[in-house]
T-cell receptor
Framework: EPEVTQTPSHQVTQMGQEVILRCVPI?????FYWYRQILGQKVEFLVS????????KSEIFDDQFSVERPDGSNFTLKIRSTKLEDSAMYFC???????????FGPGTRLTVL | GDSVTQMEGPVTLSEEAFLTINCTYT??????LFWYVQYPGEGLQLLLK?????DKGSNKGFEATYRKETTSFHLEKGSVQVSDSAVYFC?????????????FGGGTRVLVKP
């Protein structure tokens, strides 16, 4: 069964450093998403991406964040200068155009020291 | 804006007990509704969904009915197992021209004891 994959599973970085989180969505999906979950809190929407552009973003998704689909398979989230409060689990999700379910990857746990 | 409210946990049950997790929502349009489950140390898995009023989603013994009149989507299971211990998230998605993001509730931790 096709699934969304994410790498790395755990990333530790120093405050102020750049990180890139990688996702491989399901191959025939057209809509891509990033969410985050701070430990013990709710899952929060960051950004959605369709047709090679951002279709919606939340207030959390400020200028420090960017997304890219550099080739036909990868979908990346970049945080330019990490802050302590960026420590969270980051989930990638994808959705086929006609089906409403979003399929989630296993997540990347980001720890900013 | 859209929001989802679900009962706070943790909910602690004995095996074979009946489980209900309440979920209510506010939305500007006509959303689709979902329950996702997060097992310890894992990501989010879709448990069930409903896309229109009076639809009943079901999976693995869990059920939830889309109640438009009460804006609710309560999750139920008649006889829980230890393996059902997890965090359960209610979520909605409005179909719009752009985004179609999921809006999640705060999650309810369920612990089933043998």
């Amino acid at each position: 069964e096709p699934e969304v994959t994410q790498t790395p599973s755990h990333q530790v970085t120093q405050m102020g450093q750049e990180v890139i989180l990688r996702c491989v969505p399901i191959s025939n999906h057209l809509y891509f998403y990033w969410y985050r979950q701070i430990l013990g809190q709710k899952v929060e929407f960051l950004v959605s991406f369709y047709n090679n552009e951002i279709s919606e973003k939340s207030e959390i998704f400020d200028d420090q964040f960017s997304v890219e689909r550099p080739d036909g398979s990868n979908f990346t989230l970049k945080i330019r200068s990490t802050k302590l409060e960026d420590s969270a689990m980051y989930f990638c999700a994808s959705r086929q155009g006609t089906i409403r379910e979003q399929f989630f990857g296993p997540g990347t746990r980001l720890t900013v020291l | 804006g859209d929001s989802v409210t679900q009962m706070e946990g943790p909910v602690t049950l004995s095996e074979e007990a009946f489980l209900t997790i309440n979920c209510t929502y506010t939305a500007t349009g006509y959303p689709s509704l979902f329950w996702y489950v997060q097992y310890p140390g894992e990501g989010l898995q879709l448990l069930l969904k409903a896309t229109k009023a009076d639809d009943k989603g079901s999976n693995k013994g869990f059920e939830a009915t889309y109640r438009k009149e009460t804006t609710s989507f309560h999750l139920e299971k008649g006889s829980v197992q230890v393996s059902d211990s997890a965090v359960y998230f209610c979520a909605l998605m409005e179909i719009k021209a752009a985004g179609n993001k999921l809006t999640f509730g705060g999650g309810t931790r369920v612990l089933v004891k043998p």
